[in-house]
């Protein structure tokens, strides 16, 4: 079963340098926009039976946009949702480095030293992968569709990425990661 998990385009968090975790405050930019249209024509002959998304405005705009192309039916699941980054959520990073430095790159890092550091009243990456495999896990065992497209968020697919011992866990706005669980084992297909 195929899996093709998309960050949502641009927003106006991105664009001012604001982290955003689960803020519902950032929507997308007229260039987000544009991204998650192309997300839809990225998509379109994939086999996508469902589309899923994070109740999250960006990710939701995000996959609306995308569905202009797709026609698909759309459920809100918030185990796909965004990190939760806790007092951090809202502050430009310049501030984050200057009030929080070396934990935020140790947060930031992909290295599995710092997988259960967490900003107070946040989670760790390790609490973020385990909520979105177990999306992930559920939906696979499914089998109701022979794809399924996700509209998410950088941080989550991120953690998917290292999870499958992918290093390359930069992920643009409007990137799209195709996975796939084949006897139950997750392999990682190509990052488009």
């Known amino acids: 079963m195929d899996f093709y998990i998309f960050r949502h385009g641009?927003?106006?968090y991105n664009l001012a340098g604001r982290t955003?975790?689960?803020?519902n405050a950032s929507v997308l930019t007229d260039q987000g926009k544009e991204q998650a249209?192309?997300?839809?024509?990225?998509?379109?002959?994939?086999?996508i039976g469902l589309l899923i998304t994070s109740p999250l405005t960006r990710a939701v705009q995000t996959v609306n946009l995308a569905n202009e192309y797709l026609k698909l039916p759309i459920v809100e699941d918030k185990r796909f949702i965004e990190v939760n980054v806790?007092?951090?959520e809202?502050?430009?990073?310049t501030e984050i480095q200057e009030k929080f430095g070396e934990k935020?790159?140790?947060?930031?890092?992909?290295?599995?030293?710092y997988e259960d550091i967490k900003f107070e009243g946040g989670e760790t990456k390790r609490q973020v992968r385990e909520r979105v495999f177990s999306g992930l896990n559920e939906y696979a065992?499914?089998?109701?569709?022979?794809a399924i497209g996700i509209s998410s968020h950088?941080?989550?697919?991120?953690?998917?990425?290292?999870?499958?011992?992918h290093n390359n866990v930069k992920v643009e706005n409007g990137a799209v990661l195709h996975i796939e669980n084949k006897n139950g084992q997750w392999l990682f297909r190509e990052l488009f």
């Not at 955003?20 to 803020?23: E, F, H, L, N």
């Not at 249209?37 to 086999?47: A, D, F, S, T, W």
């Not at 809202?90 to 990073?93: E, I, T």
């Open 10 to 12: 641009q927003s106006t």
């Open 20 to 23: 955003q975790g689960q803020t």
């Open 37 to 47: 249209r192309k997300v839809g024509q990225k998509l379109v002959g994939k086999g």
């Open 86 to 88: 806790g007092e951090i």
């Open 90 to 93: 809202g502050l430009h990073y």
């Open 104 to 113: 935020y790159q140790q947060w930031r890092s992909s290295s599995p030293l």
């Open 141 to 146: 065992e499914n089998k109701s569709y022979a």
């Open 154 to 165: 950088g941080i989550m697919l991120e953690q998917v990425l290292l999870s499958l011992n």
